[in-house]
């Protein structure tokens, strides 16, 4: 079917297109049909993984009050699923103010605004629910094959909350671009889709910091509630669960929805973001800062710690993937610390998790500094060596990794000082083991592609979260004071063995 | 080997050989392959205090033998030497008093020019009063000072251009190697480039740059170097480049199209 060109089915077709050209640069040089070979291998992986899970809700759904629990079920996934999609929708919109690419030579053709944006709007809502269905669809075509049909109802239902949730975030985006103005868009914006992307883990973890009495108060007033106000508020937030269950009022109600809300956003936001688009065009000349100017300081320590920590501050998307996993661990510092004195129970529980964040934050931050350096041509030139230059440039993302690790360390210790000490032993050594993987197997690439890093070298990323998932096993069995913890520990070291330098790297760059 | 190539000594030159300072730069039978030969047994000296051109068609070889004495690429063979330092054996020295400016500024676009200076000054141990003082004096020159407090992801390519040639001259490099510096940039930014390249000379640095503005070569270069083929097939001033190719009242146009051609009929 052809469609007429610059129409809004045009433009969707061309944004759909380039987001499977960004899909297949994942797999790197493969070839289409790799690709395709590997994807279907996936899913069919990912259909055998669903299949024992698909028993397991069958159970629950046969079982007394299976409904409520499956009810229950859905809404505790749409409450991760619709703030997720609502956050990328943001997050894209946002980048595509900024970052130019095809929009500006689009938004300089005859074609409509609106249609533009709304098809861009379609990608991102196809990109989320994409990355969303991988993992729910399975379960439903798993609960279809045995017989239970009405999964099959998460396909529209899913469908209608990528429509709605890319609406929505389009919506907050201009909101918060109109409100914050061009100079702070970008950083409003990017803390602003974090927030909001983990705002369920987040209120969860608030929820469980409250005290009991406030925890039953609040229960009692959502659920006992006769205010129409509430009442109303619970049935349109069930509409979507209603609609996963496949309740046909609900699936039709939620598509419509779904539907008019994308719509809505996109005509009502249409000139709107084609005006910002030219007003952000200005807007990098806004990154005037401190004017006061200080005396330089020399040495080269000081100038790559005051380099990298200046490039990671002022680039807010990347600022905003440092968050994300930054924001997960806040909360646990709050429980722990509530919970302070409860002996060995806090650091099974959350020696672990700051290990693996520790390791995850100083994998992702010294791939930055490492791989992800902007000017390697400059370095290479300048009178130093190269391991001087690595040197200096763990020791610049050490700072901020020990600051942003301190709070949940100090909490835990408070709790549990053995754990505490546990804690940071093994996180010091996540940490030193993520940086010495990246500084071993650097992959030099543009640092806005960090989350993507693991693309490039798969074996890369495997050692990488398997050493931290070793530290953080090992962390969890030292908190029990059990000698076991070395078993953990020396796989750790044998991962890192592995990942060795085992010859000179070959390098275009002559360094001494 | 010279043996076919066009080689002549300038005034200056010659003055200089008689000089016991070391050449500025000296490639003895430089060579370099990648999946063909990009240098083949490269020659050539040049002397401190010049202002030297080094011309070509595309793909002849200019930055590559210019990246080989930056020290980002290692040559297959050869010797290579700055101020009588050997580059490959003692890298670190050698960078110290060069300076490299690439076609494609090498910048960071979330530090604003004056941040971008401090931290290259860092790189090359530059006192920070001084490094400070410079910075200053070079951003005026170039007219980036109303700028300074401006990221450099704002900046115009011609501007970039300037903060990343501000950057080459912050430590005050002895050998200043520039890659098609003007390539670009418009009129005005073009002239401040050149002055200020020309004020170092004048000030005892020296110069080599590739280009493919011949009027430039032609109206600052002490001499001029044709590379064609990895090889180096003619040098010399000006006067001396008719000479070599009997046109008396040639532009430099002419005789660049003349040798060139005369060299790709006879390979």
Known sequence: ?512 | MTRNVVHFRTAKGAALLQNPIPAALSLRNVCKTFTQPAVADMCLEVAAGEFYALLGPNGAGKTTTLRMVAGLLRPDSGEIDVFGIDVLRRPIDAKRIVAWLPDEPMLYDKLDPLEYLEFVAGLWGVASRRAQDLSQELLETLGLWPHRHQRCESFSRGMKQKVALAGALVHEPKLLMLDEPLTGLDAATARQVKDLLAERVRKGATVILTTHILEVAERLADRIGIIQHGRLIAQGTLDELRIAGNAENASLEDLFLALTSKRERAA
């Open chain 1, 1 to 512: 079917m052809s469609v007429p060109p610059g129409s809004f089915l045009w433009l969707a077709k061309h944004d759909l297109s380039l987001s499977w050209r960004g899909f297949e640069g994942l797999f790197g040089g493969a070839t289409r049909r790799k690709i395709i070979v590997i994807v279907c291998a996936a899913i069919l992986g990912v259909h055998a993984l669903a299949w024992p899970v698909a028993q397991w809700f069958a159970d629950i759904e046969n079982g007394i009050g299976g409904e409520t629990a499956l009810t229950a079920f859905f809404a505790s996934g749409l409450a991760f699923v619709l703030p997720w999609i609502v956050a990328q929708s943001m997050t894209a919109t946002t980048r595509a103010l900024f970052t130019r690419g095809d929009l500006e030579m689009i938004l300089t053709s005859p074609v409509s605004p609106r249609s533009a944006l709304a098809a861009k709007v379609v990608a991102v809502a196809f990109d989320s629910t994409a990355s969303v269905a991988v993992l729910v669809l399975p379960l439903a075509n798993a609960n279809a094959l045995a017989g239970r049909t009405h999964w099959l109802a998460l396909y529209p239902a899913l469908l209608s909350c990528g429509l709605f949730g890319a609406g929505i975030g389009l919506a907050l985006a201009m909101a918060l671009f109109s409100l914050a103005g061009p100079r702070r868009a970008r950083l409003v914006s990017q803390i602003a889709a974090t927030i909001v992307g983990g705002g369920f883990v987040l209120s969860i973890q608030a929820f469980s910091a409250m005290s009991a009495s406030t925890r039953t108060w609040l229960l009692a007033l959502l659920q006992g509630s006769e205010l129409p106000a509430f009442s109303f508020a619970r049935s349109a937030m069930l509409l979507p669960v209603r609609a996963a269950l496949g309740q046909i009022d609900a699936m039709i109600a939620w598509g419509l929805i779904g539907m008019a809300t994308l719509a809505v956003a996109a005509l009502a936001f249409g000139e709107t973001f084609a005006r910002a688009f030219v007003i952000s065009a200005g807007s990098a000349d806004a990154s005037v800062h401190d004017k006061r100017r200080r005396a330089f300081r020399s040495g080269l320590g000081p100038a790559f710690r005051i380099k990298e920590l200046r490039l990671i501050w002022r680039d807010p998307w990347l600022l905003s993937q440092i968050m994300r996993q930054v924001v997960y661990t806040l909360p646990v510092s709050v429980i722990l610390l509530r919970n302070g004195g409860v002996t060995s129970t806090p650091g099974i529980a959350f020696a672990p998790t700051i290990v693996v964040v520790g390791a995850q934050l100083a994998g992702a931050l010294a791939w930055i500094a490492l791989s992800g350096e902007d000017a390697p041509e400059l370095l290479a030139t300048a009178p130093v060596t190269r391991a001087q230059i690595n040197a200096r440039k763990i020791e610049a993302i050490g700072l901020p990794i020990a600051l942003l690790m301190s709070a949940p360390l100090l909490a835990l210790a408070y709790a549990s000082a053995w754990s505490g000490l546990c804690a940071l032993l093994f996180t010091s050594a996540a940490i030193v083991s993520a940086a010495l993987i990246n500084l071993w197997r650097q992959s030099p690439s543009h640092r806005a592609k960090v989350l993507r890093r693991h693309s490039q070298s798969k074996l890369v990323g495997l050692i990488e979260h398997l050493a931290s998932i070793f530290w953080a096993v090992g962390a969890g069995i030292a908190c029990l004071g059990s000698w076991t913890a070395l078993i953990p520990v020396a796989l750790a070291g044998a991962v890192l063995w592995f990942a060795r330098p085992r010859q000179p790297r070959l390098t275009s760059l002559a360094t001494a």
